[in-house]
T-cell receptor, first 112, second 115 residues
Framework: SQKIEQNSEALNIQEGKTATLTCNYTNYSPAYLQWYRQDPGRGPVFLLLIRENEKEKRKERLKVTFDTTLKQSLFHITASQPADSATYLCALDMSDGQNFVFGPGTRLSVLP | DTAVSQTPKYLVTQMGNDKSIKCEQNLGHDTMYWYKQDSKKFLKIMFSYNNKELIINETVPNRFSPKSPDKAHLNLHINSLELGDSAVYFC??????????????FGPGTRLTVL
């Protein structure tokens, strides 16, 4: 059966450390993988998109990797700050325009 | 200017009632969506419209009916509300879903509570 998972429901790290969030999927073939941030009471906000033929993408303190063999994406936030505390969602984009699937999210708390 | 707006933000109603949620986007996008986020925070797509035409209709009860008067608006009408319909409903838009790789812009959400 098809499944998308994010490694943990909640993750606590100390300010200044690197946060690493994991997204795994089975029985999907996404052409793209996207990461979104969701704050309480708000809609998700797009952060990064990576294509299936890309290994890594960076944007400021954010880095995403995509391994289609392992069926996994890693999302890193370096030099984390309390303001990075939020829920982070990965989303599979199937490219046929018919299917866009979100993971359950990881709630990140960066402790001062 | 708000890119994707929804009204109302909160909706509390009795079981059996009919209600509507409105959504508007001013981004000039061709595709709009409705998502449901339940108490476990899972965000699931319900409908997708491209230029006023339905292109995705996931398995949702037919009590839910999307209506798109023009490509900037996608409203969600719900008949005979049930307790299990309580959730946060998000509207979103993207430039063009076909071909993939589009980012989605979400509205602020409508928290529906059915009593």
């Amino acid at each position: 059966s098809q499944k998308i998972e994010q490694n943990s429901e909640a993750l606590n790290i100390q300010e200044g450390k690197t946060a690493t969030l994991t997204c795994n999927y089975t029985n999907y073939s996404p052409a793209y993988l996207q990461w979104y941030r969701q704050d309480p009471g708000r809609g998700p906000v797009f952060l990064l998109l990576i294509r299936e033929n890309e290994k890594e993408k960076r944007k400021e303190r954010l880095k995403v990797t995509f391994d289609t063999t392992l069926k996994q994406s890693l999302f890193h936030i370096t030099a984390s700050q309390p303001a990075d505390s939020a829920t982070y969602l990965c989303a599979l984009d199937m490219s046929d325009g018919q299917n866009f699937v979100f993971g359950p999210g990881t709630r990140l708390s960066v402790l001062p | 200017d708000t890119a994707v707006s929804q009204t109302p933000k909160y909706l509390v109603t009795q079981m059996g009632n009919d209600k509507s949620i409105k959504c508007e986007q001013n981004l000039g996008h061709d595709t709009m969506y409705w998502y449901k986020q339940d108490s476990k925070k899972f965000l699931k797509i319900m409908f997708s419209y491209n230029n006023k035409e339905l292109i995705i209709n996931e398995t949702v009860p037919n009590r839910f009916s999307p209506k798109s008067p023009d490509k900037a608006h996608l409203n969600l009408h719900i008949n005979s509300l049930e307790l299990g319909d309580s959730a946060v409903y998000f509207c979103a838009s993207s430039q063009d879903v076909r071909g993939g790789g589009d980012t989605q812009y979400f509205g602020p959400g409508t928290r529906l509570t059915v009593l």
